[in-house]
């Protein structure tokens, strides 16, 4: 057989090797979604290519938690996007061994607790099935998530409205016990001196009104709003920002206040995608 077949026959060979174990092991990363198409690519898909880039021997997939989101994605776009059970599913049939899932939620709410209870129903198909955790957990979490703020929503603010202004970062909020997260946070950020950085939510506590209570002690001219949220979806683009009288926006106008929207989830900010790549690398540090 001439050299150069058998050259080309072990070059072959050799990618194929590289394939195989190339696709042996996989990180699912698991959001509850949007159907805002450019925010998704700033948020889900920034930290999706960051994963992607700095493992880059893992296959990197996507799965959302919000069946709504992907059966809107489905009939209006013609995209597909698996729930995390089909992903598992998919992940199974294409002979992954290993896999990880992670979590792009902000807290361990209602939606990741059914994450949790999917991911142990998959024990049993993969040689290993590890779960990472959402962005706030632990106690060293929220201070992390305090100088992030610090960092970049609040030095955002300082540059639109000036250094004597509110900032309220607005959460989902939730009927979850998992909702206490907020107030823990607020008081995180209060003891380490951002006394003007308040927490609301659309769903749960803080209301907008217990909010603008609070922001009664200060006499402020200027707010500036920030959804506390992965992507800016519906919720930042209305609750927060909309037009119609019962938004974020809307009611403190109607206070006298002066508002700032800035429409960017928290996916878009560097400081927030290390710190959600930092609860994946604590995964693959004991893989």
């Known amino acids: 057989m001439p050299i150069r077949y058998v050259i080309v026959i072990y070059v072959?060979?050799?990618?194929?090797?590289?394939d195989m174990i190339s696709v042996s092991k996989a990180i699912l990363?698991?959001?509850?979604?949007?159907?805002?198409?450019?925010?998704?690519?700033?948020?889900?898909?920034?930290i999706e290519s960051m994963i992607a880039d700095k493992y880059s021997d893992?296959?990197?997939?996507?799965?959302?938690?919000?069946?709504?989101?992907?059966?809107k994605l489905a009939e209006r776009d013609n995209e597909r996007i698996d729930y995390v059970s089909d992903a598992l599913e998919r992940l199974v049939s294409d002979?992954?061994?290993?896999?990880?899932?992670?979590?792009?939620?902000?807290?361990?709410?209602?939606?990741?607790?059914d994450v949790v209870r999917i991911v142990d129903e998959y024990k049993g198909s993969f040689d290993s099935l590890s779960l990472g955790k959402p962005l706030l957990t632990t106690e060293e979490d929220f201070d992390h998530v305090v100088y992030a703020i610090g960092s970049s929503l609040v030095a955002e603010a300082h540059s639109i409205a000036g250094k004597?202004?509110?900032?309220?970062?607005?959460?989902?909020?939730?009927?979850?016990?998992?909702?206490?997260?907020?107030?823990?946070?607020?008081?995180?950020?209060?003891?380490?001196?951002?006394?003007?950085?308040?927490?609301?939510?659309?769903?749960?506590?803080?209301?907008?009104?217990?909010?603008i209570e609070l922001m009664k002690e200060k006499r402020y001219e200027n707010?500036?709003?920030?959804?506390?949220?992965?992507?800016a979806g519906d919720h930042a683009s209305n609750d927060m920002a909309g037009d119609d009288?019962?938004?974020?926006?809307?009611?403190?106008?109607r206070h006298g206040y002066n508002v700032h929207c800035v429409i960017k989830g928290l996916g878009e900010y560097n400081e927030f995608k290390e710190l959600f790549l930092a609860h994946l690398d604590e995964v693959i540090c004991n893989f």
């Open 12 to 18: 072959g060979l050799y990618f194929q090797l590289i």
């Open 58 to 71: 893992w296959d990197v997939r996507r799965a959302f938690t919000s069946k709504m989101i992907i059966k």
């Open 164 to 211: 004597d202004t509110a900032v309220i970062l607005m959460g989902h909020g939730s009927e979850h016990f998992s909702n206490a997260v907020y107030s823990q946070l607020y008081l995180k950020l209060r003891l380490n001196g951002y006394q003007d950085v308040h927490v609301t939510t659309v769903e749960g506590f803080p209301s907008f009104e217990d909010t």
């Open 29 to 46: 990363v698991v959001s509850f979604g949007t159907s805002y198409n450019d925010s998704r690519t700033r948020t889900i898909g920034a």
């Open 245 to 253: 009288s019962d938004s974020l926006k809307c009611i403190l106008k």
């Open 223 to 231: 707010v500036v709003l920030f959804p506390f949220m992965l992507v």
């Open 95 to 113: 002979g992954i061994k290993d896999v990880i899932v992670q979590p792009t939620h902000i807290m361990n709410g209602l939606e990741y607790d």
